[in-house]
C-alpha cells in the first residue's frame, strides 16, 4: 500500500489515529495525505463543537461520522474529494496543511 494512502485512511481513524498521520505524513509529505489530513481534522472539530449542544448537536454528530465514512472511503480509493457541504471549507481553513 502506498504510504500517501495510508496517511489518507489514518487520518480518520479517531483523532489519535489523525495525530498518528500528521506525523507520518512530516516524514513523507503527499498532496492525498494533506488533502485528507485536512478533511478529517474538520470533521473532528466539528464533531468536539457539536457535542457540546443538546440533541441538534448529537443529531449533527450522526451527520459528520457519516461524512467521516465518505472521507474514509474516498481515502482508500485514492481520490481527493471533498465531504459533501463543509469539504471545501475545511479545504480553504486548514490549508497550511501542506
Do not use: C
Not at 516524514?27 to 478533511?39: K, M, T, Y
Amino acid at each position: 500500500m502506498d504510504n500517501s494512502k495510508t496517511i489518507a485512511i489514518i487520518s480518520y481513524i479517531t483523532l489519535i489515529g489523525w495525530i498518528v498521520a500528521i506525523i507520518m505524513h512530516s516524514n513523507n509529505r503527499s498532496e492525498l495525505g494533506a488533502f485528507h489530513l485536512r478533511q478529517s481534522l474538520g470533521l473532528f472539530i466539528s464533531a468536539i463543537i457539536f457535542s457540546f449542544i443538546p440533541i441538534i448537536g448529537w443529531f449533527l454528530n450522526i451527520v459528520i461520522f457519516a461524512f467521516i465514512i465518505v472521507g474514509l472511503i474516498y481515502a482508500a480509493q485514492e481520490e481527493k474529494k471533498t465531504v459533501p457541504f463543509v469539504g471545501d471549507f475545511y479545504q480553504s481553513i486548514f490549508s497550511s496543511i501542506n
